[in-house]
């Protein structure tokens, strides 16, 4: 009974987890379209009442205008001094945010975005055997801060501290990883062929 109910619990939390980014974004495009619309209103309201696809020409003009802005935003974000006030940023305010590292370097990963920081897989014992994890950082010679994540909900676990013996390392990108614990396991047999 207990492990149903760390099921529905950890299938709720992931559920949560995936939806808060999804609802911010849908806030902040909501709330760019209309500071957008105010601008388009007066520029469009000359042009004959023209509807393309189902959407007035006024509500094109503003999602045309915000695909703009999303693209200029992002070559900006190219520049050494965009990527310097995001890193001081991330450093400063963003590292408090219990789990911002991790879900970005996700999220990074889920989009094929480079990420300077793609987490290491790697495998860690446990009572019943052995389980995912990735590596965060080295801390000495001889121990290691790892995260292991739950299934099937990765953006919940633990973080552990474990020396460098029970750490075995193997090849697989930290995607594969994922997709395996969402999956319960399944896709497993493939993945670590010959590692075990």
Known sequence: ???????????????????????????????????IQKVTIPLVNNLPRVHVLGIALQELVGI???ILVCFIAG?????????????????????FVPGYSFMKSINE???GL???????VILVPTD?????????????????????????NPWSGSVVFVEKKDI???????KQALA??????FGSKELLKNKL
């Open 1 to 35: 009974m207990k492990s149903i109910f760390k099921i529905i619990k950890a299938t709720f939390l992931g559920g949560i987890l995936f939806l808060a980014p999804l609802v911010v974004l849908l806030v902040i495009l909501e709330k760019g379209y209309g500071i």
């Open 64 to 66: 045309l205008i915000i």
């Open 75 to 95: 070559l900006l974000a190219r520049t050494s001094k965009a990527k310097m006030l995001i890193q001081k940023l991330e450093d400063g305010i963003l590292s």
């Open 109 to 111: 990963n889920i989009m």
């Open 114 to 120: 480079e990420s300077k920081e793609d987490l290491k």
């Open 128 to 152: 019943a055997g052995w389980q995912f994890a990735f590596l965060i950082e080295q801390i000495d010679e001889n121990n290691f801060t790892v995260f292991v994540p739950d299934a099937p």
């Open 168 to 174: 075995r390392e193997i090849e697989m990108t930290q």
């Open 180 to 185: 395996c614990i969402r999956k319960l396991g």
